[in-house]
């Protein structure tokens, strides 16, 4: 069974860039996928940021943005800030269902 | 704007089968071209997608859980239903009730609208 890898971990400093990462276990992320990440703070529930790879979910700010980096899809952050701390999950769509990642602990410091 | 409520019993009993409604609000769950998903998150641990349900009643399901899953919409009431038996303590998690984007667009593939999610715990 394929899996959705992401780091567990990550960190960064505030007014800085990060590139977090969504790959298969097995095979290459393209477009097809349908890449989608997410934002979720502790107690809450997860908030859309992009879709189908690079678009933004309506009013995510474009410090965010979405891309396939060789064979895997991307979610960056440029200027991050103190709230951009949070888990992001990415999620690939894979014939007729959904598969999140394990998600990415993104620590602003 | 459409919202979405979980609702259901918090604690259920082991080998028993787990019942949840997920009530739209701000629009109709038949208007539109939209799957409905339901996903879980255990304490501390990651989301998992457990399957959807497009208005017309078909569905698809995660092939780990399909055996013990059943998804269903009430058009006349606003509101879709998830139904998994034989639980156990490891199907103990926030349930969340989404939206999938519209059918006819690439947002399909992903989730636009999601509930606040109900906390279910299996215990004797």
């Known amino acids: 069974q394929t899996v959705v890898t992401q780091e567990p971990s990550f960190s960064v400093s505030p007014g800085g860039t990060v590139t977090l990462t969504c790959g298969l276990s097995s095979g290459s992320v393209s477009t097809s996928y349908y890449p989608s990440w997410y934002q979720q703070t502790p107690g809450q529930a997860p908030r859309t940021l992009i879709y189908s790879t690079n678009t933004r979910s309506s009013g995510v700010p474009d410090r965010f943005s979405g891309s396939i980096l060789g064979n895997k899809a991307a979610l960056t952050i440029t200027g991050a800030q103190a709230d951009d701390e949070s888990d992001y999950y990415c999620v690939l769509y894979m014939g007729s269902g959904m598969v999140f990642g394990g998600g990415t602990k993104l620590t602003v410091l | 704007q459409v919202q979405l409520q979980e609702s259901g019993p918090g604690l259920v009993k082991p080998s028993q089968t787990l019942s949840l409604t997920c009530t739209v609000s701000g629009g109709s769950i038949s208007s539109g071209s939209y799957y409905w998903s339901w996903i879980r998150q255990p304490a501390g641990k990651g989301l998992e997608w457990i399957g959807r349900?497009?208005?017309?009643?078909?569905?698809n399901y995660n092939p780990s859980l399909k055996s013990r899953v059943t998804i269903s919409v009430d058009t006349s009431k606003n509101q879709f239903s998830l139904k998994l038996s034989s639980v156990t303590a490891a199907d103990t998690a926030v349930y969340y009730c989404?939206?999938?984007?519209?059918?006819?667009?690439?947002?399909?593939?992903?989730?636009?609208?999601w509930g606040q999610g109900t906390m279910v715990t299996v215990s004797s």
């Open positions: 349900i497009y208005t017309s009643g078909s569905t």
């Open positions: 989404a939206r999938n984007g519209d059918y006819y667009d690439s947002s399909a593939y992903a989730f636009d609208i």
